[in-house]
């Protein structure tokens, strides 16, 4: 028998497996538009150029004889390494990659629950598309990749295959050093046994054999899990670190990203459509879950509505399961109608319009790196020309700093010139938090809490209300305004310009 060239044989099979994370990839390929990245890469030059790990908060006066835990250490490095080496750029290629590797092990897994490549790539799909506003050069990025894995892993030791758990121990110390997420990695073990040990319960109850050994085996990895994580600069203490962390109540007042879903807004809905899909699906499903995938499913879930900064997690945990059930209720459908099942084929007459299709996404890709080129970081929400003018005319004293701008600002001036808060809450505590919402809304002790801090300089977003009443106060004089950002100095302080003259003839 003649064998065919190779460029027959693009089944529809290869194609449902390449097309859906080749799509989600043109769409990850975006210019770094990211505002806490900037600290991170800061940290990460810091540690390159002193080979040692930042114990205070560096690079603000109010933080800096303050502790920091940087739990984050190794993202930091890797990612001040990779923009050293290949600038915003190399940033952007490693964020498509993770996108990249999250999603086909996300496929993996739907397929193999589904047993079908068009339901996988469908859910595939949903999931990209539901968790897209939340890719972002953060750290959060590898524990989606992450999570994706020890979901598959866990679903195959569950199911009885070869699936090598053991490598998840060291995988937990790797984790624990590139972002607090690694926690996750305990409550999927929990999960897991706790779904196992309910089933080998049952099916004990019953009269049929328990294969306790799995559990143990489970039981071991987690406990090694455990022991490897404290393998970090921080030691035992990393291990508190999330829970210190998520415990405090004040995060969730002051930061968006840990409040609940605000349903209103778009994307949201989009979660929305996909979390009430998967409940409907379910709810007609023939199929019965298993304990653990509805322990898993309830938690993922609680999270997710809980912070929002976990409906990744939750779209990730839910799409296997998803494709899984919406398999079992088409062929219910089909079986009900009497609809035969289609012959199996490889589809390999098909593969001019296959490559055709699939030729689609190099010149999406190219499209999108073009506009990558040309803007390779959005500085829309940045203060790119206020930070260009403190450049040329840097101004001494204490700065107050708009919060979304503080990592931004860390990066371009500090250490000469240093924040007043950035995206590192842990070292900042409450009580600075507070003082700062006080200013930002303008409550009614902002004054007082100005005049506390004895700030010589404020930078300013130009709409914020705080820049509105500083404009007309008698203490503070603006000299720099731009069409995002407002300088303004206070009268007789350390920030007094040397120049009386506008900067770049804009109007005070």
């Known amino acids: 028998m003649k064998t065919r060239p190779f460029w027959t044989r693009l089944t529809t099979g290869h194609l449902l497996a390449l097309f859906p994370v080749g799509l989600l990839c043109v769409a990850a390929l975006a210019p770094v538009d990211e505002t806490d990245l900037w600290w991170h890469l800061k940290a990460g030059e810091w540690m390159l150029d002193h080979r040692a790990i930042p114990r205070t908060g560096l690079w603000s006066w109010v933080g800096e004889t ?5 739990h984050e250490w190794l993202f930091e490095v890797g ?7 290949a600038g915003a750029g190399g940033l952007i290629l490693a964020k498509v990659l993770l996108v990249a590797l999250t999603f086909a092990l996300v496929q993996r897994h739907a397929r193999l629950r589904s047993g079908s490549a068009a339901v996988a790539a469908v859910v595939t799909v949903a999931a ?10 953060r750290p959060q990025l590898i524990t989606y990749a992450l999570a994706a894995w020890f979901l598959l892993t866990l679903d195959r030791w569950q199911r009885g295959e070869r699936a090598h758990v053991w490598v998840l121990a060291p995988a937990v110390m790797v984790w624990g050093n590139l972002h607090g997420g690694y926690m996750l990695a305990f409550l999927l073990f929990a999960v897991y046994f706790l779904g196992e040990a309910g089933a080998q319960a049952w099916g004990r109850w019953r009269g ?10 489970l039981g071991v990895v987690g406990a090694a899990s455990a022991a490897l994580a404290v393998i970090n600069p921080h030691g035992p203490e990393i291990l508190a670190y999330p829970f210190r962390y998520v415990g405090s109540s004040w995060l969730t007042r002051f930061v968006s990203e840990w409040q ?3 349903f209103r807004e778009v994307h949201f809905q989009i979660v929305a459509a996909f979390l009430l899909g998967t409940v409907a699906v379910l709810a007609a499903s023939p199929l019965r879950p298993r304990a653990s995938q509805v322990l898993l499913a309830l938690l993922l879930t609680f999270m997710g509505l809980h912070s929002l900064r976990n409906l990744p997690l939750m779209i990730l945990g839910l799409a296997p399961l998803l494709s899984e059930h919406l398999r079992a209720l088409a062929d219910h459908a089909a ?8 012959p199996a084929a490889d589809s390999g007459h098909l593969w001019p319009a296959n490559w055709a299709i699939l030729a689609m996404l190099p010149l999406l890709i190219a499209v999108q790196a073009q506009r990558c080129r040309r803007e390779s ?9 206020a930070v260009r003018y403190l450049e040329e005319h840097p101004l001494p004293g204490r700065m107050l700093n708009h919060y979304d701008w503080g990592g931004y600002l860390i990066w371009k001036l500090a250490p000469r010139t240093q924040v007043f808060i950035d995206g590192r809450l842990d070292i900042y505590g409450p009580k600075v938090a507070d003082d700062y919402g006080k200013m930002h809304f303008i409550q009614p002790e902002w004054r007082r809490v100005l005049d506390r801090y004895r700030f010589d300089w404020v930078i300013w977003r130009r709409d914020g209300a705080l820049a509105q009443i500083l404009a007309v106060s008698p203490d503070w004089e603006r000299i720099y305004r731009d069409p995002r950002a407002v300088i303004f100095v206070r009268r007789g302080g350390q920030g007094v310009p040397a120049s009386d003259a506008a900067p770049d003839g804009r109007s005070r």
């Open 79 to 85: 990612a001040a390494a990779l923009y050293r080496l």
């Open 128 to 137: 990209g598309i539901a968790s897209w506003p939340f890719w972002s050069e």
């Open 66 to 70: 303050r502790p920091w835990v940087t």
């Open 208 to 217: 049929e054999g328990a294969r306790w050994e799995k559990l143990r085996h």
């Open 377 to 385: 970081v959005r500085t829309t929400n940045l203060p790119a020309e």
């Open 260 to 262: 609940s879903p605000n």
């Open 335 to 342: 079986a009900a109608r009497a609809v035969p099942a289609p």
